[in-house]
């Protein structure tokens, strides 16, 4: 029963969180940096 | 032909999910990265967002990015997700959803002697949570509050999938890239080297001691929608599922279970099986023992 109930609030804390990111642009954020080349990621930078 | 053994299935899912966050093969030839609007979103797994294929962003990436963004924003979009990934999915994405675990398993395939799960391995595999915490989190946002400098430094100093992914593919096929390699190149190539020759000795070296992500997945492990579970009316509490598993786990389902579920078919009392999931066919040698009971 507390399981289910941590369940429960858990995802909705992860959907309030995620409409929260689209809101504040983090799709767009995201999609930026993902779009470049990482530098640091492969080791140039 | 016969039906496909478990191990093959996840296998085959494990490849598949390889190749849909790696979908975009065209760019491998070209030495480029895809730059379509899927980037903004996450896989799952490990999977560097500078791989030439990758459609969509590294989740490890994205929250180190977004940290460093952290002074004036909090990373709602990233930890949604991570919790949405890990309250659902748990370290299932480990076993089944990951391309550089598939690669370690493909590893230690490789007819070498094996280091077998010890005492060491299990203190090593605590090693992992401190490398999240630090080379994750309080690194970058270090940097993000004292200097604003960006600096995702799992990726930039460790990551093996980046350098496997997104390094050797991207220096190879891009000759400015080539020249611009220098000595965090040559370190990453180093850590990638030790990695892989490490996987071909230890199961999963890099999951079970170095993986921050799994380190994350691996929190949601007693409360995922999915997964393994144990039948605590069936079980004897014999070990031999703890005893079969390459993990250094202490239970099955715990913090370092990848959910692969081979356990199944060594439990001799079918105490093990999938949560949420019609219970499926006696695993292959209890049906045979019954067919040897009916004689």
């Not at chain 2, 492990?221 to 605590?232: C, L, N, Q, R």
Request: contains cysteine; glycine residues 10%.
């Amino acid at each position: 029963m507390k399981k289910n109930i941590g369940r429960i609030v858990l995802s909705l804390i992860a959907v309030v969180f995620l409409c929260a990111g689209v809101i504040q642009g983090d799709l767009h954020t995201t999609w930026l940096k993902a779009i470049r080349i990482c530098l640091e990621c492969i080791g140039i930078g | 032909m016969g039906r496909l053994s478990f191990p093959t299935k996840r296998k085959l899912i494990q490849l598949a999910s390889a190749l849909i966050y790696n979908a975009n093969l065209k760019g491998f030839g070209k030495g480029s990265i895809y730059q379509g609007k899927a980037k903004g979103l996450c896989v799952p797994g490990l999977n560097c967002y500078s791989c030439p294929g990758a459609i969509a962003a590294c989740p490890l990436g994205t929250l180190q990015n977004a940290l460093n963004n952290a002074p004036s924003r909090f990373p709602f979009y990233i930890l949604g997700f991570l919790i949405l990934a890990g309250l659902f999915l748990g370290r299932l994405i480990c076993g089944f959803l990951c391309p550089f675990g598939l690669i370690q398993e493909l590893l230690h395939k490789i007819p070498l002697p094996k280091i077998k799960k010890n005492k060491i391995t299990h203190i090593l595999s605590y090693l992992k949570y401190i490398i999240g915490v630090l080379f994750v989190i309080y690194i970058p946002l270090y940097f993000a509050f004292t200097s604003g400098y960006p600096l995702p430094a799992f990726c930039k100093y460790i990551c093996p999938a980046g350098t496997l992914e997104g390094g050797l593919t991207l220096v190879i096929a891009n000759p400015s890239l080539r020249s611009a390699a220098g000595f965090l190149f040559s370190w990453k190539v180093l850590v990638l080297i030790f990695i892989i020759g490490s996987a071909c000795f230890i199961y999963r070296s890099f999951c079970r001691f170095l993986c921050p992500l799994g380190a994350i997945y691996s929190l949601f492990a007693k409360i995922s929608i999915f997964g393994i579970t144990v039948d605590e009316n069936k079980c004897t509490h014999c070990g031999q599922c703890v005893r079969h598993c390459l993990m250094d786990i202490k239970t099955v389902g715990d913090k370092e279970c990848i959910q692969c579920g081979s356990c199944r078919n060594v439990c001799s009392f079918d105490a093990i099986h999938w949560k949420h999931i019609r219970r499926e066919r006696k695993p292959q040698h209890l049906k045979q023992e019954r067919k040897y009971n009916e004689k």
